[in-house]
Every structure is written in structure tokens, then in C-alpha cells.
């Protein structure tokens, strides 16, 4: 299995609303990241997980909040966002995170767009 | 800090060669890699230099001079599926950031 899986593909939210987007990916990978991309953009790292801990948040904003439940699971709880964070969050995964030639396999995405 | 630059659009024709350019500025670099996205797609991997010299896969090289902070991405007999974005992104620790991308337009 050379993939990683995100869902939901699509989500709308209300600015009140709880959801949360999930990737999956089985290559035995150690680092885990989260990616905003806006449309004519490019990504714009968000988290890093390295080994199931939190090594890297640049800054997000607190109505984002990573979840690392095993090696092969990222989730991104959402609340209380704005219709600005409007944007395709793409999931992406590395064989680790340490110096190297880290290659990033990416999900498809989950396209969010906030009411 | 940290800059990257390259060029926001490239047009080239079909069969030709093209070069698109990278420069970077940053903290704790180890290598320069480049990704390619189509319009809806996600960005792939498509080559890494993590030491200066021309890396060759395919109909695409890369190649990067650490002591210039620049480095370059080749693409050769230009057919119309290279039509895309390309990132340049520099892997540094922990984590790898992704320039504004250079889009490619190809003309029949």
C-alpha cells in the first residue's frame, strides 16, 4: 500500500460546528504533516508529527488541533473556524522526519469550505 | 529567515526543454527537492538533491550548487501532461517548506 487516504473528500461547516478531517496511510512511515493549501498557493505546513508526538506547529491557531493517535492515524480537529481557513488540507506522510532525503507522499486532500 | 524564490509562470512548447529556477535562504538545509501539482490534484514527489550536481530521472533532472543557494529543475521533450505547478522545497529539520511555485504552461 503505497497511499494516503483522507477523508471526508468534501466538507462545509458552519462556524459554530465540531468536525474533524482523517488521513491513513500503512507504509510504515514515522513523520506525519498537515498541509493548508489555498487556492493558486502553494502548501503551507501546519504540524508535524514525528514518531506519534507533536515535533513542529508553526503557529496555527489554536481552533486547529492535531491528533496523532497511532503511527498510521492524523487526525485535524476543527472548531470555531472562520470562512477564511476556507482551503484544501492536504495530509502527507514521510518515511521520517530527521535529516534526509524525506520524501512526502500526500493524501488527496479534504476540501473544506466554511459558511 | 527564510526566502525562496522562483519564477510564478514559465510557458515553453511542446517537445522543447525548459528550466525553471530556484533560490533559496534558509536555516538548517539539507537538501532541495521539487514537486509537481496538476490543477485539483496533489502535489507528487519528483526529485531530491541532497548533495550539488545534476540528479537525472527520467525526462527530469534536478540539479543544485549549495555554495550559489540555488538550484534548478529540468524538464525535457515537454509533452502536454507537464502541464502544472512546480515547487521547489527545501528539506531542512523536521520539516520541508514548499516555494510559491512556478506554473508551466505548454503550447502545442
Known amino acids: 500500500d503505497t497511499e494516503v487516504t483522507q477523508t471526508p473528500k468534501h466538507l462545509v461547516m458552519g462556524m459554530t460546528n465540531k468536525k474533524s478531517l482523517k488521513c491513513e496511510q500503512h507504509m510504515g512511515h514515522r513523520a506525519m504533516y498537515w498541509y493548508k493549501q489555498k487556492a493558486k498557493k502553494p502548501p503551507e505546513l501546519m504540524f508535524v508529527y514525528s514518531y506519534e508526538k507533536l515535533s513542529i506547529n508553526e503557529s496555527v491557531p489554536s481552533r486547529f488541533s492535531p491528533e496523532c493517535p497511532n503511527s498510521s492515524l492524523l487526525n485535524l480537529h476543527l472548531h470555531a473556524l472562520q470562512p477564511e481557513d476556507s482551503a484544501l488540507y492536504l495530509c502527507?506522510?514521510?518515511?521520517?522526519?530527521?535529516?534526509?532525503?524525506?520524501?512526502?507522499?500526500f493524501g488527496a486532500g479534504s476540501r473544506l469550505t466554511v459558511l | 529567515g527564510q526566502s525562496l524564490e522562483q519564477p510564478s509562470e514559465v510557458t515553453a512548447v511542446e517537445g522543447a526543454i525548459v528550466q525553471i529556477n530556484c533560490t533559496y535562504q534558509t536555516s538548517g538545509f539539507y537538501g532541495l527537492s521539487w514537486y509537481q501539482q496538476h490543477d485539483g490534484g496533489a502535489p507528487t514527489f519528483l526529485s531530491y538533491n541532497g548533495l550539488d550536481g545534476l540528479e537525472e530521472t527520467g525526462r527530469f533532472s534536478s540539479f543544485l550548487s549549495r555554495s550559489d543557494s540555488y538550484g534548478y529543475l529540468l524538464l525535457q521533450e515537454l509533452q502536454m501532461k507537464d502541464s502544472a505547478s512546480y515547487f521547489c522545497?527545501?528539506?531542512?529539520?523536521?520539516?520541508?517548506?514548499f516555494g510559491k511555485g512556478t506554473r508551466l504552461h505548454i503550447l502545442p
Open positions: 522545497a527545501p528539506v531542512g529539520q523536521d520539516k520541508i517548506i
Open positions: 502527507a506522510s514521510s518515511f521520517n522526519s530527521l535529516a534526509g532525503a524525506n520524501v512526502l507522499t
